[in-house]
């Protein structure tokens, strides 16, 4: 991900600053995540970092990018064939969920990183939220006229807050969270049903 002649191109050292990223961010947090933290782990000079990266910033949403990659699979996963679309859809919710909440605060602050790109907001989770309405239209599952952008951004404001709540250790219990959550989205998928 150097770049030459002003073009990003993918190279070993970039690799390893994102692995390093992932492992510092998701372990001790975001605030640990600094440039200079990265050269002294890896060893290396400030233009290592400002050759491939623009900063901390750009970093970051590569770590978040991996982190929801991770996530998606996983809640991918989970899915199966034989079930309904409704019952897929719950259930990649609920992977997605527990999933974050598993894994830990710092986790969870990177699952919720997004960007806005073109008056949009744009982030893995939210996207494949609204890819698999989408999909339930094509299927006739879902309402043709249904929002699916909306509906995805209710969900996914409701999965980063909930888990948020849980994972900073408030007096909230996981079992309530994820009821609360469900009940959320169950009320958001009678109102996408066809």
Request: net charge negative; with cysteine.
């Amino acid at each position: 991900m150097a770049f030459s002649k002003g073009k990003r191109i993918e190279d070993e050292t970039s690799a390893r600053i994102i692995d390093l990223a992932v492992n510092i961010g998701c372990k001790e947090g975001p605030d640990a995540l600094t440039v200079t933290r990265i050269c002294k782990e890896l060893n290396c000079d400030r233009r290592v970092i400002y050759n491939r990266f623009r900063d901390v910033d750009e970093i970051a949403m590569f770590v978040a990018n991996r982190c929801n990659t991770e996530l998606l699979k996983s809640a991918k996963a989970a899915m199966s064939e034989d079930a309904s679309y409704f019952d897929n859809f719950n259930t990649f919710i609920q992977a997605i969920f527990d999933y974050i909440y598993e894994r830990n605060a710092y986790f969870q602050h990177y699952t919720a990183c997004f960007q806005v790109v073109d008056e949009r907001i744009e982030n893995e989770i939210l996207n494949d939220v609204m890819e698999l309405i989408e999909q339930g239209k094509l299927s006739g599952d879902v309402k043709a006229d249904a929002d699916s952008k909306a509906a995805a951004e209710d969900i996914w404001f409701m999965l980063v807050g909930i888990a948020s709540i849980l994972t900073n250790k408030a007096n909230y219990r996981y079992q309530e969270g994820k009821k609360t959550m469900m009940y959320g989205v169950q009320a958001i998928c009678a109102a996408l049903k066809a």
